[in-house]
């Protein structure tokens, strides 16, 4: 029987990897209540690859002669850009866009530094063909990739290096004949113990004093000498699975990494002891573009999702007609269409790099990404509104309606223009997005996924060009 991409993906991760939770390190998180459910869900998104229907759109040949997916597709004409869209719509929606890391996001920014390879050849001359053999391995072998780039929050007053000889930062402790021995934690690596590959490099600029800590290299999940320390299981048991729609299926996990003295090997070490490199290599155009593109077509998708829920909680129990619910109704579309056409206008508005590849613009890109920081939770605003005391009058399961009291809840528990069971379920589903636990992650995860808000905003002005709008006023002054 020939595997697919979903059973071979499964396979792998029976490989020794060090994921800790509730103090202990699951010896198998394919048979763990708390990753099972969501190991389920990517499988099944893998497997689209192997769908006849749409494997065109998710995956093209390589020149190796792999399949790979599109994410790797490097974009040498405008229209890859649009197939490299429609395979992260594809994928997105598979989730309702709530599952982010599992996407196309790093892989397309692995993507974006073998484009850039060689914009820091003279700096780091050994960088271009280990990013590239890299690339190669990771797209011809369908690797799933996150990363981690945070540092521990211990004291935000200081530098990693000011914090003397704890043990914080990653950073590398000493050199030898096989690669490189690094200690240190960093954090969050996102969807980590599902994947097969972590990235690992600074999130934010170093300075010169904190060159030991300036390092990027990969890893695989695996690795010896690095444990993985996960947030607590937002998931449910199987036999709750129809009361919890979404963490049943969609818990994508957070973990902290931990680095006891591990050895890197030199073909895994892209850059070391280089803060100006590195800082070069993440903030170039390409790699941003790319990279930012796949989280809009999330975006949409998730936005998409929250728009049906909100609307379909309104039908059912039938307050459509009332001009203030049509306000905050209307309010999610706005939201929906404003990053859509966001998306559009970058796609359409795209540029041809100086890398020799197209590249979505990125001011739209920027806009769609800030605006989500706070669409999203005014999104949740709006369902809690929507919904008021209804998602708390649901009963504890949905079995309940077809128990003992089963006729009297039928008839209390419809809507306007659903029985009681499809209303149960929209309730519940819209508790898991508002209420739950995995809400209240996805709510913070929104607002600070790419960064201190603040920051992002603050950094669109720094950037934006001034100078065309101030060269218009001028000529009217004159």
């Not at 202990?24 to 499988?43: H, K, L």
């Not at 600074?202 to 999940?221: C, L, N, R, W």
């Not at 796609?347 to 001011?363: D, F, K, N, R, T």
Request: hydrophobic letters at 40%; a negative charge; one cysteine or more.
């Amino acid at each position: 029987m020939t595997s697919t991409a979903g059973s071979r993906y499964i396979q792998r991760l029976n490989d020794g990897r060090r994921v800790w939770l509730n103090g202990n390190i699951v010896p198998d998180i394919r048979s763990s209540p708390a990753f099972r459910g969501t190991i389920e869900s990517v499988a099944a998104i893998m497997d689209l690859q192997d769908d006849p229907s749409v494997e065109q759109q998710l995956t093209f040949i390589a020149e190796t002669g792999a399949r790979a997916n599109l994410a790797f597709l490097i974009p040498e004409q405008k229209e890859d850009l649009f197939r490299r869209s429609h395979s992260f719509k594809l994928w997105s929606d598979a989730t309702f866009g709530v599952m982010s890391r599992v996407g196309g996001f790093y892989r397309s920014q692995l993507t974006g530094w073998h484009i850039a390879k060689g914009l820091i050849r003279d700096e780091q001359p050994q960088f271009a063909q280990k990013i590239s053999d890299y690339f190669a391995y990771v797209r011809d072998n369908d690797l799933l990739l996150t990363a981690a780039g945070h540092d521990p929050q211990i004291d935000r007053t200081k530098l990693a290096s000011e914090l003397g000889d704890l043990y914080t930062a990653v950073r590398i402790v000493r050199e030898t004949e096989d690669g490189i021995i690094v200690r240190g934690a960093k954090m969050i690596a996102t969807g980590g113990p599902y994947m097969d590959e972590i990235m690992v490099s600074p999130h934010s600029k170093k300075t010169g004093d904190e060159q030991q800590y300036a390092v990027m290299f990969a890893i695989p999940v695996n690795q010896e000498g690095v444990h993985l320390i996960c947030r607590e299981s937002f998931a449910s048991e199987r036999d709750e699975w129809e009361d919890h729609p979404l963490s049943a299926h969609y818990d994508e996990m957070d973990a902290v990494l931990v680095f006891e003295d591990a050895l890197i090997p030199w073909e895994r070490v892209f850059i070391k002891e280089d803060p100006e490199a590195i800082w070069k290599i993440r903030s170039d155009r390409t790699v941003s573009s790319l990279s930012l593109h796949e989280n809009i077509v999330r975006l949409v998708s998730k936005l998409e999702f929250t728009a049906t829920v909100g609307n379909e909680l309104a039908e059912s129990i039938g307050i459509t007609r009332f001009a203030h619910v049509q306000d905050k109704l209307a309010e999610l579309f706005f939201q929906l269409e404003s990053i859509r056409s966001l998306l559009l206008s970058a796609e359409h508005h795209a540029i041809y790099s100086p890398h020799g590849v197209w590249e979505p613009a990125l001011q739209p890109i920027l806009t769609a990404k800030n605006l989500g920081n706070r669409y999203y939770p005014r999104a949740l605003e709006i369902l809690q509104q929507l919904s008021g005391a209804g998602m708390l009058q649901v009963p504890s399961t949905i079995a309940e309606l077809r128990g003992p009291l089963g006729t009297q809840l039928q008839t209390y528990y419809r809507g306007a223009d659903r029985g009681a069971e499809e209303r149960v379920r929209l309730l519940k589903l819209a508790w898991e997005l508002v209420g739950s636990q995995l809400g209240a992650r996805h709510e913070l995860y929104e607002r600070f996924y790419a960064g201190d808000p603040v920051r992002t905003y603050a950094g669109q002005y720094t950037e934006y060009d001034k100078q065309a709008l101030l060269d218009k006023a001028l000529r009217i002054s004159v």
